[in-house]
């Protein structure tokens, strides 16, 4: 049974950082390019950054770009995703997703 459980989320205020966290069961990690989705209230769920299976390639949406990073770790079953200079507009709930599975989400909120 695929599970993929982020943690990491919270508050924060604009211009902190955050890393997520999603650890992954149930299947060969590092088999599957993994993403990172995100939900503002209101909004569609959209895609933030992207990896392949051996972390060599990335993409990310370009409302992030040069302030996200996504990483993985094989050997940890985890996929990683380090937010910097965060800004109010990156407040959501944060999925991580492999193919049609998605994880329960993470609470972001970033707020003086």
């Known amino acids: 049974q695929v599970q993929l459980v982020e943690s990491g989320g919270g508050l924060v205020q604009p211009g902190g950082s955050l890393r997520l966290s999603c650890l992954a069961s149930?299947?060969?990690?590092?088999?599957?390019?993994m993403s990172w989705y995100r939900q503002a209230p209101g909004k569609e769920r959209e895609l933030v950054a992207a990896?392949?299976?051996?972390?060599?390639?990335?993409r990310y949406a370009d409302s992030v770009k040069g302030r996200f990073t996504i990483s993985r770790d094989n050997a940890k079953n985890t996929l990683y995703l380090q937010m910097d200079r965060l800004q109010s507009n990156d407040t959501g709930v944060y999925y991580c997703?492999?193919?049609?599975?998605w994880g329960q989400g993470t609470q972001v909120t970033v707020s003086s």
């Open positions: 149930g299947f060969t990690f590092s088999s599957y390019a």
């Open positions: 990896i392949t299976l051996g972390g060599g390639t990335t």
């Open positions: 997703k492999r193919g049609n599975d």
